[in-house]
């Protein structure tokens, strides 16, 4: 089931460099919203919090709260292995094992968990495939390596891996940006579908793929080199591109700047 993001006052941190400031946000379930705003503005560090990914880079932390459905992923006990599992991330670069299959690829999320019937590791693999959009051009080659795909058939297949686990969130780190554009096309097509059963939150440095494929829109910048990065806002995506509250949104927007 698709879950609510809110953020609070969150503070990212690489040692003792400050990177994103007081990030205050919500994503509602069921929708997909993009992060926008020029490089080095902290978007993709604020998305690899979401599901405790910055904590794995060594010296980095943050401070604030990350609430699904209210559970704060960042409260004591909590498992940052757990929160990968429910939130699930595809990076800008598609990265399928190249030692493993095609299935053993969607399915290696699950075997990391233990599950081992091979009726049931089936089924997951045909049904996260058609989720992709995959399960027609990859049905008769399942025991080849995932390498052997294209570029936009590895990054569906990593897709396919990241929903095959059923997370209630999917984190996309500009998931396009090494494709050409008709495999854009596809993995734009399909975020629309994804959006019908998961969370979806995307990075992109392409401001008419925000305007395609998300319904709301964040702007993220900083005011200079060397400070932190910080929300500037987050409307509706329509809004955001017509008729922004802030004058340095208007101004990315339009390419005067960024």
């Given at each position: 089931m698709a879950k609510r993001i809110e953020v609070k006052d969150l503070n990212i941190y690489?040692?003792?460099?400050?990177?994103?400031?007081?990030?205050?946000?919500?994503?509602?379930?069921?929708?997909?919203?993009?992060?926008?705003?020029?490089?080095?503005?902290?978007?993709?560090?604020?998305?690899?919090?979401?599901?405790?990914?910055?904590?794995?880079?060594?010296?980095?932390?943050?401070?604030?709260?990350?609430?699904?459905?209210?559970?704060?992923?960042?409260?004591?006990?909590?498992?940052?292995?757990?929160?990968?599992?429910?939130?699930?991330?595809?990076?800008q670069r598609a990265n399928p094992f190249p030692a493993m299959s095609i299935r053993d690829n969607v399915v290696a999320g699950l075997?990391?968990?233990?599950?081992?019937?091979?009726?049931?590791?089936?089924?997951?693999?045909?049904?996260?495939?058609?989720?992709?959009?995959?399960?027609?051009?990859?049905?008769?080659?399942?025991?080849?390596s995932g390498a052997s795909l294209s570029g936009g058939q590895q990054q569906r297949l990593c897709i396919a891996r990241a929903t095959a686990v059923e997370p209630e969130v999917l984190l996309m780190d500009e998931p396009c940006s090494a494709l050409d554009p008709i495999s854009t096309l596809a993995i734009e097509?399909?975020?629309?579908?994804?959006?019908?059963?998961?969370?979806?939150?995307?990075?992109?440095?392409?401001?008419?793929?925000?305007?395609?494929v998300s319904d709301r829109t964040a702007f993220f910048n900083l005011k200079a080199q060397g400070e932190p990065g910080r929300l500037v806002e987050i409307d509706s995506t329509e809004k955001i591109f017509s008729n922004p509250t802030q004058k340095s949104t208007e101004d990315y927007i339009s390419g005067r700047f960024g």
């Open positions: 690489y040692g003792d460099f400050h990177a994103v400031e007081s990030v205050e946000l919500t994503v509602e379930p069921r929708t997909v919203t993009a992060f926008i705003g020029p490089s080095g503005c902290g978007k993709s560090t604020v998305l690899r919090t979401l599901n405790r990914m910055h904590e794995v880079i060594p010296g980095a932390y943050c401070t604030g709260q990350v609430l699904l459905d209210g559970a704060n992923l960042y409260g004591k006990g909590v498992d940052p292995v757990a929160v990968r599992r429910t939130v699930g991330m595809v990076f075997r990391l968990t233990g599950a081992k019937n091979k009726k049931a590791l089936d089924e997951v693999t045909e049904r996260a495939l058609r989720g992709a959009n995959l399960w027609d051009e990859v049905k008769d080659r399942l025991d080849r097509d399909l975020i629309n579908e994804l959006k019908e059963r998961f969370t979806v939150v995307i990075v992109t440095h392409n401001m008419q793929q925000a305007a395609r």
